[in-house]
């Protein structure tokens, strides 16, 4: 099954666009993990078990693990979803981007050493630096189209020759050439939900990867209503901190539980 279809499954089967990232900083842990021989393993177990029947995907974001050595525990946690709750797509979250035969190394990292279904890229340098990853047919390939962060705008919204902004550029791109086996998506913020627009009206049903909901501050509302696809689907909306840091005492992982449904519903709401 390719990743698009695990997605669309898993959409159908949780009736939910929530997708929960496993962004561990130990110094948020509850005090029950110091003891942990591999916190961020049982911590993540933790989330997982609490929330996998009301997300479409996990995402765990790569620096939060080599940054500590922890590439062991990102692994084990990658084999734990897949061994327990083998539906649920993982987005490795790496936003990679190099010249090809590095980019090889890269599509090699994300798929075959970690089976990741998906992997988040950074399209700056064209696409000779994508297509390591995108000849990867069964695989996903999330392109930055329009980041959420507060000097996204600064490159991302500048107009070109054209007229066209560079972010709407990068949709087009995507989706009308890039797209050759039809296994991209984009990242969009959900700090931005007017370019959220323009990207769902540039690129049909493609996915779209929204981060930037709970701890950024991104708008539910606004996002629904600007970026769902004609299927009053086509988004995996994304909150990390939000959902793992929710509580730090011993109702962590009931707190995580609660955010998730939280935003599951309130998502749902806008959705015909
Ligand atoms: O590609 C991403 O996932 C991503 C793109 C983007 O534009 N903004 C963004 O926040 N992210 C990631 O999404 C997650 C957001 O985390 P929270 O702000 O804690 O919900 C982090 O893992 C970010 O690295």
Known sequence: ??????????????????????????????????????????????????????????????????????????????????????????????????????????????????????????????????????????????????????????????ALASGKTLFARVAQQAAQVWNTHKNLALVVGATAPAELAEVRALIGDMPILVPGLGAQGGDTEAVMKAGLDSQGAGLIINSSRGVLYASKGTDFAEAARAETLKLRDLANRYRS
């Open 1 to 158: 099954m390719t990743f698009y279809s695990r997605l669309q499954a898993r959409w159908q089967a949780t009736d939910s666009l929530v997708c929960v990232g496993l962004d561990p900083q130990p110094e948020l842990f509850p005090a029950q993990f110091s003891t942990e021989a591999q916190p961020i393993l049982a911590f993540n177990k933790a989330i997982i078990d609490a929330t996998h029947d009301l997300v479409c995907a996990f995402k765990p974001q790569i620096a939060h693990y080599a940054a500590v050595g922890a590439e062991d525990q990102l692994q084990a946690t990658m084999d734990y979803i897949r061994a327990e709750y083998p539906d649920i797509p993982i987005i490795l979250d790496s936003k990679r981007g190099d010249i090809g035969s590095t980019a090889t190394m890269y599509a090699l990292e994300a798929f075959e050493r970690y089976q990741a279904d998906a992997v988040t890229i950074n399209p700056y340098m064209g696409w000779d630096t994508i297509e390591p990853f995108a000849r990867y047919t069964d695989k996903g390939v999330i392109v930055l189209c329009r980041t959420s962060n507060g000097s996204a705008s600064e490159l991302q919204n500048l």
